[in-house]
């Protein structure tokens, strides 16, 4: 197996970016908890989130929802995130929570509605070149809650042109993230409900459109590593949303429910050559933090994610090679697994020291006083919040 030492270079590779909306309130249907010092505007969003990247250095990019995050001034905004040493990232659209799209957005029947709809992403487009985003990803409320409620053939074909015009507004050095869901808030039909769709649908536009993964966004017991492995094969596999989930959607904490499903993925993400400088799989966050405190929430998750790339460079690709070959199933099995339950926090946290960080990012955070400076300050204004 290699060494700490042998993967340290690759892990400095890691860049995981972070959700604006992860700062601000959420809850479920039932309640929605405040907590005190939660951001007002995006300008307070940014400087939480660069706490994140300032202890753990792994989070250089935030990524803004739209109209969430909308400001009148985005250069001010990615100037104010310069100051703070990280970049804006991902323009996420939303057509999720406007009257209008009580039937649909991009595969919507009537034309008004999906002009307006395809116009946001434009919007969404120019805000980019603003920010210097990469990244435009689209996640589709679309879909039906009975049989027969509608025509599904109809709404695939629409929503492929629909994109089709997004696309070809999309920048020489812009992408096209395309994100499925397997039900929710549709729960009939969606639209994008899987990978399959949302390759058929990126592939018809070009090279630069491309499938993002939700880890939450499949049913129960699919394998995800399998879905990576293909997506990366057919290159087309653009971006994750990490998370964690028990049942359905619920956007906990990355490697919370199950580490090993983590480790796992990560193992085919560079196995398909899509891991660090030389890949083109962006690694983000997309969750909420409902009863944690946010901003260690994010720093839990980040590590996790780390942790879990640790453990997955040290996999002693070779020797798996050869036990694969021999055709030996319970060699090639240990050895993946003696890579999955090797401890490397204690070397993460000497890796972390020599590069000038916190041994231990979760106790520098508490120790900053930031906390406590953000519940005096920020007293008055309207707390942001997933949907605000
Ligand atoms: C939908 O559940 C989703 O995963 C999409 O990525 C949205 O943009 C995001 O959640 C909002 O939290
Ligand atoms: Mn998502």
Redesign the pocket.
Known sequence: MATFADIAPRLDEQAIEL?S?AFGNSGTRFRVFGQPGVPRDPFEKIADAAQVHKVTGLSPTVAL?IPWDKVDDYGQLAQHAADNGVALGTI?S?TFQDEDYKLGSLAHRDDRIRRKAIDHHLECIDIMDATGSRDL?I?LADGTNYAGQDDMRGRQDRMGEALQEIYERIGEHQRLVL?Y?IF?PAFYHMDVPDWGTSYAQVAALGERAVV?L?T??HAPSTNIEFIVMQLLRLGKLGSF?FNSRNYA?D?LIVGAADPFQLFRIIVEVIRGGGYGKDGDTAFML?Q?HNIEDKIPGQIRSVLNVQEMTARALLLDRDALDAAQAEGDVLKAHGILMDAFYTDVRPALAEYREAKGLPADPMAAYAASGYKEQIVAERVGGAQAG?GA
């Open positions: 959700p909306w929802h996420n939303n990803k996640w994100e869901k929710e993002c939700d939450g966004h949303d959607d956007d997309d909420c997933w």
